[in-house]
């Protein structure tokens, strides 16, 4: 059974940080890319960022200089760190693996105050 577990989002002022994480169990997690997207209300999800199992990222132009993909695949946990949040940023995250089957996680709130 394949579960994508994200956790770390939560309330935070505009100018700090969150560090979201991913934890993945029932797929091939070190040869998956892993990616997260955002959901804002009234909003289509689109990519925050996305990291290969060779670890090339890429960014949204919106994350770029501010947002940190990374990965641990003796953990099989994929991480974004989010620093200079705004108050745009605010979304539900979502973790998402994909081989030859895309998997989504629940979602995790981030809410960043003005």
């Known amino acids: 059974q394949v579960q994508l577990v994200e956790s770390g989002g939560g309330l935070v002022q505009a100018g700090g940080s969150l560090r979201l994480s991913c934890a993945a169990s029932?797929?091939?997690?070190?040869?998956?890319?892993m990616g997260w997207y955002r959901q804002a209300p009234g909003k289509q999800r689109e990519l925050v960022a996305r990291?290969?199992?060779?670890?090339?990222?890429i960014y949204a132009d919106s994350a770029k200089g501010r947002f940190t993909i990374s990965r641990d695949n003796a953990k099989n946990t994929v991480y974004l760190q989010m620093n200079s949040l705004k108050p745009e940023d605010t979304a539900v995250y979502y973790c998402?693996?994909?081989?030859?089957?895309?998997?989504w996680g629940q979602g995790t709130q981030v809410t960043v105050s003005s």
């Open positions: 990291i290969t199992n060779t670890g090339s990222t």
């Open positions: 029932g797929i091939f997690f070190s040869s998956s890319i």
């Open positions: 998402y693996s994909s081989r030859f089957t895309g998997y």
